[in-house]
């Protein structure tokens, strides 16, 4: 939010430059430090880790919207209407869908077989959060949308993905359903 203010304040309010870096600070933030627990992981040459493959699936997920604000531009999308409802969406969970697609992976090597994998997958309590916000999220950004919501400086930019970043979800469910099993 402090980066969309300053940059309004600056007379950025609708800088294609600044909406990505509003943007991706908004919604990949937390991608950052997850992608270094992984590689943490990886050079004490840990187990590998559902939370482990999660973080890379994070880490990798996090240049997908960069590729699909600037696609959308050059096509003449626009970014601030209806039918750019799609990229704050990506900001904020092109990471998650990064990370449910390198759980159902982890998934698929621990147990052995795709039915087996797919199997766990929808027994998981973190997966099905992650599953859930994937397609609930577009719906409530295209709701404000067509509301009449639209990130026509960098401050909306940023709430606009923040809201929509709800990647927070399935590590606490997954803390949560640790916590239940250690009482």
Not at 101 to 120: C, D, R
Not at 126 to 149: D, K, Q
Request: aromatic share 14%; hydrophobic share 50%.
């Amino acid at each position: 939010m402090l980066a969309g203010a300053v940059l309004d304040f600056l007379g950025f309010q609708r800088s294609a430059i600044g909406h990505w870096f509003v943007r991706t600070l908004s919604g990949e933030g937390e991608s950052l430090f997850e992608g270094i627990y992984a590689l943490r992981q990886r050079l004490r040459r840990a187990r590998t880790s559902m939370a482990e493959a999660y973080g890379w699936g994070k880490l990798f997920g996090m240049a997908v919207p960069w590729v699909i604000d600037l696609g959308s531009r050059l096509l003449g999308v626009d970014v601030y209407g209806v039918e750019g409802f799609y990229i704050p969406y990506f900001y904020a969970l092109s990471d998650q869908i990064g990370a449910n697609v390198s759980g159902l992976l982890f998934l698929k090597k621990k147990e052995g077989s795709w039915s087996k994998a797919v199997g766990q997958y929808f027994r998981h309590p973190v997966m099905l959060a992650s599953l859930v916000i994937i397609f609930a999220v577009p719906v409530g950004l295209l709701v404000a949308r067509v509301s009449g919501f639209s990130p026509t400086n960098q401050t909306f930019t940023a709430l606009e993905t923040i809201a929509a970043n709800l990647c927070w979800v399935p590590p606490l469910i997954g803390w949560l359903k640790e916590r239940k099993s250690s009482s």
